[in-house]
T-cell receptor, first 111, second 115 residues
């Protein structure tokens, strides 16, 4: 079945860039997503990328997709303390399809 | 405000006492889903619904029931809760499109403890 893998924890200094990585196994993944979960809250969509794209940029966020290696990354530029949260990678094989989530990585931003 | 509303947000109950967690969305979304979040296991899908009166099992449906009698509501029913159902539960919904990403909107979560 589908599997999405992430590291569990990342600590960065405020102002540095954060890079969060994710690997997935389903070669038919069409959409790949990044969700953010702040403490005590539900998940919020940060961004998603269609599999025919290599890169997507949205303000401080840059998503890179290496489809050959089934590797997805999220770069957060100028990381702030408000970026401290759990970040989930997810994939779906097509439109209107079930999302498979990774276990989530906790990003801790230290002053 | 467009949102997914879950109730209760926190609940402590005892083994075997039936409970229902409600979920309601005001965005006219066709797709609704329930997830549970457990430490070290991430998010796992319990049940989902593509539209009214259409429900399907997710990855961990045992011990749960759902119904979708109206488009806006998707309650999660635990007929006889057990301690292994202690978890953080999330409801989510999305607009189904002919093509495009399945962009989920999540509720704030319901923390359930079964003693």
């Amino acid at each position: 079945g589908e599997d999405v893998e992430q590291s569990l924890f990342l600590s960065v200094r405020e102002g540095d860039s954060s890079v969060i990585n994710c690997t997935y196994t389903d070669s038919s993944s069409t959409y790949l997503y990044w969700y953010k979960q702040e403490p005590g809250a539900g998940l919020q969509l940060l961004t998603y990328i269609f599999s025919n794209m290599d890169m997507k940029q949205d303000q401080r966020l840059t998503v890179l997709l290496n489809k050959k290696d089934k590797h997805l990354s999220l770069r957060i530029a100028d990381t702030q303390t408000g970026d401290s949260a759990i970040y989930f990678c997810a994939e779906s094989p097509g439109a209107n399809s079930k999302l498979t989530f990774g276990k989530g990585i906790t990003l801790s931003v230290r002053p | 405000e467009a949102q997914v509303t879950q109730n209760p947000r926190y609940l402590i109950t005892v083994t075997g006492k039936k409970l229902t967690v409600t979920c309601s969305q005001n965005m006219n979304h066709e797709y609704m889903s329930w997830y549970r979040q457990d430490p070290g296991l991430g998010l796992r899908q319990i049940y989902y619904s593509m539209n009214v009166e259409v429900t399907d099992k997710g990855d961990v449906p045992e011990g749960y029931k759902v119904s979708r009698k109206e488009k806006r509501n998707f309650p999660l029913i635990l007929e006889s809760p057990s301690p292994n159902q202690t978890s953080l539960y999330f409801c989510a919904s999305s607009l189904l499109r002919g093509s495009g990403a399945n962009v989920l909107t999540f509720g704030a979560g319901s923390r359930l403890t079964v003693l």
